[in-house]
């Protein structure tokens, strides 16, 4: 399997676009590359354009191969020949179902979607979005960036106490510290206040009425005129505080972090730094690390400038940092951090919070959107909020069509103090949070989850059958070979598929706890099954609860069956080797009668059934299973003659003559149904394998074939698999079940009155 892989941004040109908008889908391309390795080829793309040329080479080969466009929807190529599939972030209740311009209908993220094959998203918030505006037949996972992996040297790092000092080297960075020697040069002076205030006034006389404009205007439009005096101070300096340099910091105390592009409104980081200001005013043992993310710092840093210069004379520390820290820089910080905070309105993942809570490092964030996932008391310190109405970020409209999340601050307050508190005071309960970040995270951003996660998107999949020339047709894999195919998320075993096939016939049902629909196991039955064979049917009655004896004339797999049910939940377990003519049991022994497929095999089955009736408690139930007589006469021509043979298959029954059999032993028959068309099939292209390949038949059942099997075999099983997929499949699988199948059921009752001789 191949994919090719895309993001806008590349190892090339993502230094000079630090904070665009498709700036973090760089990021999680190169998270999920190492995982996407494990499952095949990886090919990075430069351009969309290359896609269908290397796809048509690659099926040419008998590859299968998937275009990943780690983009959003609206701006993932269509229209490819190449199966596509969007990895995107989405932090919203509703996915956009509007086109703004009637020439851009991919603004519509369902009409992009609908022509997509699946969709990755990065949370199950996402995905309800996704289902809600495409339907629950869209096929849809959400598998984060995982990212846990990588903090295992971090994991390691032991915690320091509130004293403990940490060194940190930021290479060709800006960075400003409200605890620095030199920090008043970043904040206007009265020398630029009164320039400001004489360009307001112009030439003309200061009079009363001027001062009072004056005066209006700084009260009614105080933001504005922030702005621009940050403007006019720094247009006037060229402050070497303004120069990229190596910075070199020390960080001690409690330290909170976090990281983000400020110029992301959904950040909303005026909050987080104005409400650790006030929990922390008067506490310098206090530190607030924002890591901005944006390629346009000035603006950013003095945003955040103007806002701590509203508090004045504050004692906690808050310190600005711009620029890219490599990976070894970026965990020191991390290391050196004590709480990773979000403020957010919504997330589409939050790959910094989940890189901390990876770390160990609890966390002070809200419990929406992606973060429902894995945030709440247990990895941190919870911030209500509470929905409000917004509109989709890229709608030139400004509709109001979805909701984002308000941060309700006094709670933001709160949790900084409580977080504080729990770091100093209580160092077990901190120690506490930590465990459980790491643990939540590795059950979510971990790369065996994402593996994980990646074989079932695969896996429900459609794919192009494998081209294979008439030599390969009737030639089998190596079972080393069989082993790697089986590995592949797309490989479909057709022992998993009859399985399925089954259930959906009514075996196995362990919702109702019934072995077959209308034939119920319950915890005070005592269960007797003939030829158990694998003892699928027994351990099915044990999970029950029901007390289950098992019969075979093999002791090996007596043997084996006893293994299986020596822990089970049965009330009890008896395993006897014997060949049923007769039983080694008392009359009126078993309330549940089973011989699946084993009168076939016996020399006299109405004195076998006879003798289950013996046993049969009054009114016991009884299920029974033989080969269907159409499938045998079809098989006669293809199937070796030593099928036909005993020990195998000696007699066949015709449904009215079964039936007489079965009423002849003394029961009543309640249901004779039938099962089996997968498998008959499968059967028939197996011995049309076998002949071809001029193999002969070391085994005749189908549950008795061991893999590997014939291409064409495994072919028929990925076809079954996707047709049941389809709505109202159960109906064409009934008709094929009745025009072919390859059994007979009979469920029936000992009626009470009947008496042995």
Known sequence: MIFFVYSKLNQHTIADNVGVPE???????????????????????????????????????????????????????????CPTIPVFAWEFDTLPNEAWWSDQ?????????????????????????????????????????????????????????????????????????????NKDQWFPNKTVLRSYMDKILGNEPVTAAAKLSAWQ????????????????????????????????IKLSGVVFTSVFNPYDGRKNWGDMLTAFCIAFKDRSDATLVFKLGHRRYRTAMRNALLTLARFGDIKCRVILIH?????????????????????????????????????????????????????DETVGFVVRSFADYTAWPHDPRVAYRTLRHQIDWSSLVKCYQQAFLCFTDEPERYQQLSKNAIERMQGHCS????????????????????????????????????????????????RNTGFVDCVKS????????????????????????????????????????????????????????????????????????SD????????????????????????????????????????????????????????????????????????????????????????????????????MFWMMLHWTSLRAGGEEADQVAHDAVQPPYFPLTNQWAQLWDQMMQLPGAEITKRQLDNVLPKSQIIIARKISHVRQD
């Open 323 to 375: 620029g890219h820290l490599p990976d070894q820089d970026y965990q020191r910080l991390t290391q050196a951090t004590h709480f990773i905070v979000n403020t957010s309105f919504g997330e589409g993942q939050c790959l910094p919070l989940m890189e901390y809570l990876s770390s160990g490092k609890p966390a002070i964030a809200p419990h929406h959107s992606a973060m429902l996932d894995y945030m």
């Open 580 to 679: 049923s003519q007769p039983l080694p049991l008392d009359d009126e022994y078993a309330s549940r009668i089973i011989a699946m497929e084993v009168l076939e095999h016996v020399t006299d089955p109405l004195v076998v059934l006879k003798e289950l009736v013996r046993v049969g408690k009054p009114n016991a139930l009884y299920l029974f299973s033989v080969p269907d007589a159409l499938g045998e006469h079809i098989q006669k021509p293809l199937a070796p003659a030593s099928y036909y043979q005993h020990p195998n298959h000696i007699h066949i029954f015709e449904r009215e003559a079964f039936a007489k059999l079965v009423e002849e032993a003394g029961l009543q028959i309640i249901k004779h149904d039938s099962y089996g068309f997968f498998w």
């Open 105 to 181: 209908p991919q603004d519509d993220w369902t009409h992009s979607l609908r022509q997509c094959n699946a969709a990755i998203v990065h949370s199950e918030f996402t995905v309800k979005s996704v289902r809600d505006a495409m339907g629950d037949g869209f096929p849809v996972l959400s598998i984060p960036a995982p990212v846990w992996d990588k903090y295992a040297s971090a994991r390691l790092a032991p915690t320091g106490t509130a004293n403990t000092v940490y060194k940190l080297q930021v290479d060709d960075a800006i960075v400003f510290d409200t605890h620095a020697r």
């Open 23 to 81: 700036y973090s889908y760089y990021f999680v391309l190169k998270e999920f590359l190492p995982v996407l390795k494990q499952l095949g080829e990886v090919v990075i793309v430069d351009s969309p354009d290359e896609v269908d040329v290397l796809y048509e080479a690659a099926y040419s080969q008998g590859k299968q191969a998937y275009y990943l466009s780690f983009m959003p929807p609206h701006l993932t190529r269509l229209g490819l020949k």
């Open 447 to 494: 790369q065996a989850h994402a593996l994980d996660q990646l074989r079932r998107i695969f896996g429900i999949l459609p794919i192009k059958p494998e081209r294979h020339s008439i030599e390969q047709l009737s030639q089998r894999m190596s079972a080393e070979e069989w082993l790697n195919h089986s590995r592949d998320p797309h490989f479909i075993d057709a």
């Open 217 to 248: 205007l700084t009260k009614y439009h105080f933001k504005q005129w922030r702005e621009q005096l940050a403007i006019e101070k720094n247009s006037n300096t060229a402050g070497t505080h303004w120069q990229r340099k190596t910075h070199h």
């Open 506 to 577: 009514g075996w196995y049902q362990s919702q109702t706890g019934e072995l077959f629909s209308g034939f119920p196991i319950n915890p005070e039955d005592d269960v007797l099954e003939i030829g158990c064979g694998a003892g699928g049917a027994s351990l099915f009655c044990a999970k029950q609860g029901a007390a289950v004896t098992f019969v075979d004339v093999n002791p090996v797999t007596v043997d084996s069956v006893a293994k299986k049910l020596h822990n089970s939940q049965a009330r009890a377990i008896k395993g006897i080797v």
